[in-house]
Nanobody, 121 residues
Framework: VQLQASGGGLVRAGGSLRLSCAAS????????MGWFRQTAGSQRELVAT???????NYADSVKGRFTISKDFAKNIMYLQMNSLKPEDSGVYYC????????????????WGQGTLVTVSS
């Protein structure tokens, strides 16, 4: 299983970014997936999850601003991030695995490399 995250960058507060996570095989269709983020000196935190059929959940801090989605045909998971705030900065990781592990915040068995998001004030 391979997960390849991309789309990070530098953006001003209030701006938008879209992260992508390209997955190998049928991961997008068959497993739960999620986005986690981590800042220096802090633990990795769960941002959003999406079940294999496509049901989404979000951390309170991003509700109404972020949207997680999947393209089943392309085997890609997305995170559309709008109205970005400086506190959204961090390294974002895509994750896949069992629904219980992903939504618990521990993360599933498969991790992509991180993509850095920096939101300037």
């Amino acid at each position: 299983v391979q997960l390849q995250a991309s789309g990070g960058g530098l953006v001003r507060a209030g701006g938008s970014l879209r992260l992508s996570c390209a997955a190998s095989g049928n991961i997008v269709s068959n497993t739960a997936m999620g986005w986690f983020r981590q800042t220096a000196g802090s633990q990795r935190e769960l941002v959003a999850t999406i079940s294999s059929p496509g049901s989404a959940n979000y951390a309170d801090s991003v509700k109404g601003r972020f949207t997680i989605s999947k393209d089943f045909a392309k085997n890609i998971m997305y995170l559309q991030m709008n109205s970005l705030k400086p506190e959204d900065s961090g390294v974002y990781y895509c994750n896949a695995g069992s629904l219980i592990k992903v939504v618990s915040g521990r993360g599933g068995d498969y991790w992509g490399q991180g993509t850095l998001v920096t939101v300037s004030s």
